[in-house]
């Protein structure tokens, strides 16, 4: 279900009981269920859809409701504050600062849409007034440096890479240590990343971060990944310090609840959000935004 028709199965679900002539524990359960249904198709997992929905009972009081209180007001707000606690995990994330040398490390599966996202990252900044430079540390996959090293060169942004070192800790090591040197302030490595969720690479992501000890890991996840969203966040949660999220891919077909799910599994804040193929198709990602949209 893309974050429109969520909206609106929700306000439908709502606009019921409103009509219902007795609220009782029935018609808050049956609405309940019609949200639960919404949120489970826009691929938000159902471990949170449930705890929401045990959350909302608790928190709804049907003496309230039955007063004639504006039953979907009350019912709205508890659904958007419990969304908006699952987006939030309560501490920000590591922010750079203009001037002082950052180094970012990006993950993520291949395909994800990471080595886009680490130019709109950097680009993002550059317009800003920062000094970001890219270091394409992904040896795996044929051609990563090349769009890299394209993109970056469309985006005047230094790049380093090789198309001989296959050792991706060294790649990783040297543009760090060069881009350093040349007073940088934002330095954003990209590493590979392969179809499956490989040993190898959660290995080899350690090693990268070991190696160059980055300020902030940010996981980069597909929205239309679904359900798998929790598992795959986690996944890599428990290989590197993942410490942001960006959810990539929201224009066109995207479901929202993949976010949700990554910051439960990482415990970090979703940062940007990718919008669009094009270097500027990034946004700041803001939770209160977010849900209402999702909400309609
Ligand atoms: P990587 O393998 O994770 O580095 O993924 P890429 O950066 O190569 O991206 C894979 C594909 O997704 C490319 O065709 C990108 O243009 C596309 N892509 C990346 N981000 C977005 C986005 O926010 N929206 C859309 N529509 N496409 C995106």
Redesign the pocket.
């Known amino acids: 279900m893309v974050l429109a028709q969520l909206g609106g199965s929700i306000s439908r679900a709502l606009q019921q009981m409103s009509n219902a002539t007795i609220i009782d524990e029935k018609v808050l359960n049956e609405c309940l269920n019609e949200i639960t249904r919404a949120l489970l198709q826009s691929d938000v997992q159902f471990k949170l859809v449930r705890d929401m929905q045990t959350n909302i009972k608790k928190i709804v009081n049907l003496d309230d409701l039955a007063a004639g209180h504006n039953k979907r007001k009350i019912i709205q707000q508890a659904i958007f504050n419990e969304l908006c606690k699952i987006l939030d995990p309560g501490k920000p994330s590591f922010t750079p600062k203009k001037g002082k040398t950052s180094v970012v490390m990006f993950v ?1 599966l ?8 680490c130019t709109k990252y950097a680009y993002y900044h550059q317009k800003k007034g920062w000094r970001p430079a890219l270091v394409c540390a992904d040896t795996f996959r044929a051609g990563a440096f090349d ?1 890299l090293k394209q993109n970056a060169t469309k985006a005047k942004i230094p790049f380093y890479g090789s198309y001989t070192e296959s050792d991706p800790v060294k790649i990783a090591v040297e543009g760090v240590e060069r881009f350093k040197k040349e007073s940088c302030d934002l330095i954003i490595v990209d590493t590979s ?1 392969r179809h499956k969720q490989e040993a190898a690479l959660f290995e080899e992501m350690r090693q990268v971060s070991e190696a160059t000890k980055p300020d902030l890991v940010i996981f ?1 996840m597909d929205s239309s990944i679904g359900q798998a969203a929790f598992d795959q966040a986690q996944a890599f949660k428990q290989s590197v310090s993942v410490g942001a999220v960006i959810v ?5 077909h995207a479901k929202g609840g993949g976010a949700l799910s990554a910051v439960a599994a990482t415990k970090s804040p979703v940062i940007f959000i ?4 094009h270097m500027d ?1 990034f946004e700041v990602f803001d939770v209160k935004p977010f849900v209402s949209r999702l909400l309609g």
């Not at 990539?248 to 066109?252: A, E, L, Q, R, S």
Request: no cysteine.
């Open positions: 993520g291949q395909g994800s849409g990471k080595t886009t996202t769009q990343g980069v990539t891919k929201m224009d066109g990718g919008t669009g193929e198709e």
